[in-house]
């Protein structure tokens, strides 16, 4: 078992999903991002993953969407604030 940083368990079922929807997401997008940059994206992204897995979402191709999505609008709403 796998706990999420709010103390939820994850079962084996579910964090395959979970891993296969991050997988899928970030090929989608891994070329938008580059060096130091790259890695914190794939944190954002695992973050997001974490919080629709903590919603109830079980559907991969649902939380894959749903995290580009989200991705989308945080890089629309704050664009280049890292750099």
Known sequence: MVRSEFGISYDPATLKVMTEAFDAAW???AG???GRFSDDRRTSLAKIIFGLADQGLTDGARIKENA???MARRERAV???RL
């Open 27 to 29: 090929q989608d997008i």
């Open 32 to 34: 938008n991002y580059s």
């Open 68 to 70: 580009l999505q989200l």
């Open 79 to 81: 664009p280049f604030a």
